[in-house]
């Protein structure tokens, strides 16, 4: 299947955030694009997590600026806790950790902000990270 989202917009506010996580139910592996990307699993209190995600950040911020303004007002979107099968959620953490852990790879990088979307699903309640990369800009 292919990914059943509007991305004329940015996503803003918890509908589209859900919205959002929900069409990564539905698409493929190969539908992750220049402006989306979802992992199952990463817990950013480990190194390993906090590498993962501060990559695909960096990644999302070094888009060229015209190609990035084709979609979602030029932001682009990890999804940590979500893969095309399930909502497999991930540990939320205290913002104020989450910024030092994720400082260790991304140095003074600050153009990103996340937040755990909490999602109802038969098992209870599990939450998605969402990490919103801003636009990038020439230089």
Do not use: C
Request: charged share 25%; no cysteine.
């Amino acid at each position: 299947m292919t990914l059943d989202f509007n991305a004329d917009e940015p996503v803003v506010g918890l509908a589209r955030q859900r919205e959002l996580i929900r069409a990564v139910l539905g698409a493929s592996s190969a539908d992750e694009t220049r402006w989306l990307e979802w992992k199952s699993h990463h817990d950013v209190s480990k190194p390993e997590g906090a590498f993962a995600v501060s990559k695909a950040i960096l990644g999302f911020a070094n888009r060229i600026p015209d190609v990035a303004e084709q979609w979602a007002g030029g932001h682009a979107y990890l999804l940590v806790g979500v893969d095309e099968d399930a909502i497999h959620g991930v540990p939320t953490h205290d913002i104020e950790k989450v910024d030092v852990w994720l400082r260790r790879y991304l140095g003074d990088f600050s153009r990103y902000q996340f937040t755990y979307v909490p999602m109802d699903i038969d098992e209870g309640r599990r939450h998605v990270m969402l990490v919103d990369v801003f636009p990038p800009a020439m230089g």
